[in-house]
């Protein structure tokens, strides 16, 4: 592979907002929910490169077919690999792409295949763009793409701020993450943070049912998070990314729960787990699937503790991404923080969003 720019290129990166930006001349983007790659085309050889610098390309052999009938012969494009289904993008069976078998990736890339979506070009033919504006990369991009065919898609842009806020409140429903705001001036800028994103963000009251050590030694990394459904306690997602002194004082806190938490626990099956490969009732001591070597143990604790928790989204029936600590809650019961205080999106179908023009 001879190209202007060579992987791995980590791609540029969104700081985020709480709301949407507005300003003259801002270009807005719908935020995909998937793997975030950029790929390398220069003829026949193809490499899908990801977010930490890993290639993807092994187990994505559709998309790189795809790459080989929609895009320039040399070219170097950002974009989001992502898997519909249905009226939905579908982020657990993105996840489960990623398996160490051959047969396996073969099998899914069949049943679950995936689509890419491009929204900015780095490179060209013989010529690196990463020094033009991106209002000169966009328009360039809409012309190598145009008449592309599914599974390559681009990514719809606008310059109405109330167009972007339109699909910021609309396009969570067919399972995308938000609003990009880009300057039409702005460099690509590997690893940097020079756009602004724009997530949903919503609270919720949660049973602590455990904790995981950190890696670092005897503190708390993150806490097991459940909720209440027909009387059944599911594991939902945790809570993590405490200052160090803090998870030194969840030890402290947790200490009194630990007594005999295991006798009639909820999660007392789910104890010794190995695999799991359900994504919606994931267990919380299942193999990691990005890292088979990562230790997910975890110390069970009496289900009385309630905390109320940030988080942006769900999959399925747990959380999208890791929860965000707000403060205990000691006034309510355990048993009264069930799925019906979540926020369910309006249900919005995925393929407007991909036929934006």
């Known amino acids: 592979m001879d190209l202007p720019l060579n992987p791995p290129v980590k791609p540029m990166l969104a700081k985020a907002a709480t ?4 300003g003259d001349g801002l270009l807005y983007e719908p935020k995909w929910d998937g793997f975030r790659c950029v790929v390398f085309r220069d003829g026949d050889e193809v490499e899908l490169g990801s977010r930490n610098e890993r290639p993807l390309t092994r187990y994505f052999p559709e998309v790189v077919e795809a790459v080989k009938q929609h895009l320039p012969e040399r070219c ?43 929204f900015d070009l780095l490179a ?68 940097q943070r020079l756009m602004t ?37 599911q594991h939902i997602g945790v809570a993590a990314s405490f200052p160090m002194k803090r998870r030194a004082e969840l030890v402290e806190e947790l200490e009194p729960y630990r007594a005999q938490a295991l006798d009639g626990h909820p999660w007392q099956d789910w104890a010794n787990a190995q695999v799991q490969q359900d994504g919606e009732n994931r267990m919380p001591g299942a193999v990691s699937r990005w890292n088979a070597k990562k230790d997910l143990s975890w110390v069970p604790l009496r289900p009385e503790l309630v905390v109320e928790i940030k988080y942006d989204q769900l999959e399925g029936r747990r959380l999208r991404h890791t929860g965000q600590f707000l403060r205990w809650r000691p006034d309510r019961e355990p048993l009264s923080c069930t799925y019906d205080q979540l926020d369910v999106p309006v249900r919005y179908d995925l393929a407007e969003v991909l036929e934006t023009p």
């Open 76 to 118: 170097v494009v950002d974009g989001e690999i992502v898997v519909p289904a249905g009226d939905r993008l579908h982020f657990e069976a993105l996840l489960q792409r990623i398996h160490p078998a051959e047969s396996r990736v073969k099998l899914l890339a069949e049943q679950t295949p995936a689509s890419f979506v491009a």
């Open 197 to 233: 994103k724009v997530k949903h963000v919503r609270t919720a009251d949660c049973v602590v049912a455990g904790f995981r050590w950190h890696k670092s030694g005897p503190i708390v990394g993150s806490l097991l998070l459940g909720l209440y459904d027909d009387g059944t306690l």
């Open 124 to 191: 060209l033919g013989d010529e690196s763009l990463v020094d033009r504006p991106f209002g000169e990369r966009r328009k360039l991009l809409q012309t190598a793409l145009a008449g592309t065919r599914p599974p390559v898609y681009l990514t719809a842009i606008t310059e109405d701020a109330d167009t972007a806020q339109r699909w910021f409140d609309t396009f969570e429903g067919a399972g995308l993450d938000g609003v990009v705001a880009k300057s039409p001036e702005l460099p690509y800028g590997p690893d």
């Open 19 to 22: 709301k949407l930006p507005i």
